[in-house]
């Protein structure tokens, strides 16, 4: 069966230090997408990355970077020099290409205190 | 381009009513979703569309609850009979597809805020 783990319920850090979120996925395809979403506290999910399982590189975008690890299928997400803004709730997520819909972890809230 | 949009952005309504629920995806996106999440809770899958195909309906709660999809774009969630616990945000998305190995990715509405008193 699928399954997204975010054993992290609720991380607090202060400003500027760097933050990584993990996310844990179970899966019996060979082919299959993972997902970042962020919601901030205006509720709206923000799509964040989208991976796909043939492409283990990691990804930089700003102070945004992501850890795919096929090995220990984990797929974790980290924040450096994190800001007041980055404060939300982050949802890992799992597809495959045959079922349409998204496999959710149950979120990370993410408190960044000035 | 213009994303999801969803209306009404919030509803109240008394028990007993019935609620209609309304989601224009993103121009040329075939595949639509419906998602309800409750309180500081994950995202529970509701309904399914994709093009011309029979929708998926097997995350509806009950038969107070149902969709529709006209002309392949426009989307409307109705809840008849509204219960206390169908308070929830009412989440919409929308891809280019999915299948024939690939799974686009979903982008999602504001969502729909329903309160039942």
């Known amino acids: 069966a699928q399954k997204v783990t975010q054993a992290q319920t609720e991380i607090s850090v202060v400003e500027k230090e760097d933050v990584t979120l993990d996310c844990v996925y179970e899966t019996r395809d060979t082919t299959y997408y993972l997902f970042w979403y962020k919601q901030p506290p205006s509720g709206e999910l923000v799509f964040l990355i989208r991976r796909n399982s043939f492409d283990e590189q990691n990804e930089i975008s700003g102070r945004y970077s992501w850890n795919f690890q096929k090995s220990t299928s984990s797929f974790n997400f980290t924040i450096t020099a994190s800001q007041v803004v980055d404060s939300a709730v982050y949802f890992c997520?799992?597809?495959?290409?045959?079922?349409?819909?998204?496999?959710w972890g149950a979120g990370t809230k993410l408190i960044i205190k000035p | 381009g213009a994303g999801v949009s969803q209306s009404p952005s919030n509803k109240v309504t008394e028990k007993g009513k019935d609620v209609e629920l309304r989601c224009d995806p993103i121009s040329g996106h075939t595949a639509l979703y419906w998602y309800r999440q409750s309180l500081g809770q994950g995202l529970e899958f509701l309904i399914y569309f994709q093009g011309n195909s029979a929708p998926d309906k097997s995350g509806l709660p009950s038969d107070r609850f149902s969709a529709e999809r006209t002309g392949g774009s426009v989307s409307t969630l109705t809840i008849q009979r509204t219960q206390q616990e169908d308070s929830a945000v009412y989440l919409c998305?929308?891809?280019?597809?999915?299948?024939?190995?690939?799974?686009?990715?979903?982008?999602f509405g504001p969502g729909t805020r329903l309160t039942v008193l």
């Open positions: 998305a929308s891809s280019l597809a999915h299948g024939q190995g690939k799974a686009d990715t979903q982008y």
């Open positions: 997520a799992l597809s495959d290409t045959s079922n349409y819909q998204l496999i």
